[in-house]
Every structure is written in structure tokens, then in C-alpha cells.
């Protein structure tokens, strides 16, 4: 049975985070773990002088190997929005995700992402290019507001108006950042006024979080899952079966990720031993939260990558003794 509909339509889905889930990130994790129904990219913005090169390398088909990628653009105006997804389409993609939900201020204050949510004709004018582009499928990922939970019920009826795929809901405030608790009846109110397909996205770290999720709102279309997957590469998988992998075959195939992304900065990277390091340190920033601290410090210190290289060996060899 296809691995990805054993559990009816409820998919799970790889959450874009900037710096981390880049294109040779995906590329090892849909090669080592399956249980991942579609992976994002982080947004992709326009600049002065406009798309930077690192952002089109990220989104060239020929460089990605995950099976189902799906493009985000963020923008404050309908016209950028068109120039981002102009892009897309002639980068060969049906999918598209607007972002209206990035927290960070400096994105925020300039009406993009969820600075975006207290205006509604704003909005509403960046929502009509869904409409015209009919040939596309989009969806919005969005929080509850960037003030006031009460944004995203006012916004209701402009995202219930447009034809989207789905909506996914991180069910924090905009100026919480990654703060404080998320707000689970703020999730509800918007799922009983909300028309589309839901998924839930946030704080998602274990098997009994996504189940939780799931019981307490039925109906869901799917999670969204960013740091619990970056923390657990295995986490998809591990639901899809009902069951946490044994730790010794989950912590080879998490060495066969790192051996594949190191291996892609090896190549892509011209900046040096140093920029490689620096690179492939920010692949530690979240994975193995529970692993031993002065292995990982080890590996967060080392300032060759022969001292690298020997710190990873360490972690990787210290957790099969055990």
C-alpha cells in the first residue's frame, strides 16, 4: 500500500524554514525517509536589484530532487507577488504557497508576511492574483494575526472567496515570534469559519503531539511540520508506521542525510574550509535535541573539518555503543 494514503488524506507536509530546509536538505531527507507527502521551499522574495542567486539556485527543478516541491512567495504588493510567481511558472511549477505568516519584524514591518494580516485590502488585492492565475494551485500559510487572534477571523471571508488548495494555520500571534504557548482555541474559532482544507502547523515534535492534534481537531487536512522534523528527520515515518524507529537504524540513516548535505555544500560551496563548516554546523542547530550535550558541543566547536569530521564520528559511533 502507498505509504503516504495508508492513513486516508491526512498528509504531512515539510514546513519551509529559512537556512535550513534548503534544496540539498530536502534532496537527503526525501532520499533517506519517506512519509513526507510535500516539502516547501522558504520564501522567495524580490529585491531591489531583483531575485538574489541563491534563491533561484533554490528553486531550479534540476537541483531539486524531492518528490512533490512546492515554491513560497512572500510579498507586500500584488505586483511583486506577480514577478515571484512569474518565476514559478516558468520554472515549471503548478503549485505555489503565499506567505502570510513570517514573524520576523524586519519582514513584518514592511507588510509582508504576517505584518500583513492586519490589513484586510491588503490582503484582498495580493488574494486576486489567485483568481487570475487559474492554472495554478495555491494555498496561504498564516498565523492567527500579527496583534490579535481576531485577524484571522476577519480575513475569513476574503480566504473562503478565493479558490485555495489549503490553508495552513500556525496558531501563534505574528509578534510572538516562536514565543509562548500556541493558541489552540484561536484555532479553533478559525477552523469552524474557515472553507478550505486546514492543516495545523506548530509545535509538532513527537508521535503523540500529531496525534493530539489530531483528536482534538477532526477533520484536519494534514499537519505542517518545520523544527520537529529538522529535530527528528525520522518523525514522518515514525507516524505513518505507528511506531518509533529502533535508535540504531534511525541514527544510520540520519548519518546518510548529513553524509549527502555535506557532501552538496563539498560541491556547491567555493568560500573555503570555513564556509563549509559554518554551513554544515546550522544541520545541528536543531536535530537531535536529546543527544549527548558535549558530543554536540564538540561538533559546534570544532575549527577544522578534520575536527569536525572526527566530533560527527563521535556522536554517530557513541549513540550505537549505547
Not at 500500500?1 to 529559512?18: E, K
Not at 477533520?219 to 507516524?239: C, D, K, Q, W
Request: charged letters at 25%; proline letters at 6%; hydrophobic letters at 35%.
Amino acid at each position: 500500500m502507498n505509504d503516504n494514503h495508508q492513513h486516508g488524506d491526512f498528509s504531512i507536509q515539510f514546513a519551509p524554514l529559512q537556512g535550513y530546509t534548503e534544496a540539498a536538505y530536502r534532496n537527503a531527507h526525501s532520499a533517506c525517509f519517506e512519509g513526507v507527502d510535500a516539502y516547501y521551499t522558504p520564501f522567495i522574495r524580490v529585491e531591489k536589484e531583483g531575485f538574489r542567486s541563491k534563491d533561484l539556485r533554490e528553486i531550479d527543478p534540476t537541483r531539486n530532487r524531492a518528490p512533490r516541491l512546492i515554491p513560497q512567495l512572500i510579498a507586500s504588493t500584488p505586483e511583486k507577488a506577480e514577478a515571484i510567481l512569474s518565476l514559478f511558472i516558468e520554472k515549471g511549477y503548478k503549485e505555489v504557497d503565499i506567505n502570510l505568516g513570517c514573524p520576523f519584524p524586519l519582514i513584518a514591518k514592511r507588510h509582508n508576511g504576517s505584518g500583513l494580516l492586519p490589513y484586510p485590502e491588503e490582503v484582498e488585492s495580493l488574494l486576486r492574483l489567485v483568481s487570475r492565475y487559474t492554472d495554478i494551485s495555491f494555498s496561504v500559510k498564516m498565523r492567527l494575526g500579527w496583534d490579535s487572534p481576531e485577524e484571522c477571523l476577519r480575513l475569513a471571508p476574503l480566504l473562503n472567496e478565493v479558490p485555495l488548495r489549503q490553508i495552513t494555520l500556525h496558531p501563534r500571534l505574528g509578534k510572538q515570534q516562536y514565543k509562548g504557548t500556541t493558541d489552540l482555541e484561536a484555532f479553533d474559532a478559525f477552523r469552524h469559519v474557515c472553507h478550505h482544507p486546514l492543516v495545523y502547523n506548530g509545535d509538532l515534535r513527537t508521535l503523540e503531539d500529531i496525534q493530539n492534534i489530531r483528536t482534538r481537531f477532526p477533520g484536519l487536512a494534514g499537519v505542517m511540520i518545520g523544527r520537529g522534523l529538522l529535530a527528528n528527520p525520522a518523525l514522518a515515518l515514525e507516524y505513518r508506521q505507528g511506531a518509533a524507529l529502533p535508535c540504531s537504524k534511525k541514527m544510520e540513516k540520519i548519518r546518510q542525510i548529513h553524509d549527502l548535505v555535506f557532501q552538496s555544500y563539498e560541491q556547491q560551496l567555493e568560500g573555503g574550509e570555513m564556509q563549509l563548516l559554518s554551513k554544515i554546523k546550522a544541520f545541528w542547530e536543531y536535530l537531535l535535541p536529546d543527544a549527548d550535550k558535549k558530543l554536540l558541543k564538540a561538533i559546534h566547536k570544532s575549527n577544522r573539518i578534520s575536527r569536525y569530521q572526527q566530533a560527527v564520528d563521535a556522536l554517530f559511533y557513541g549513540n550505537e555503543q549505547k
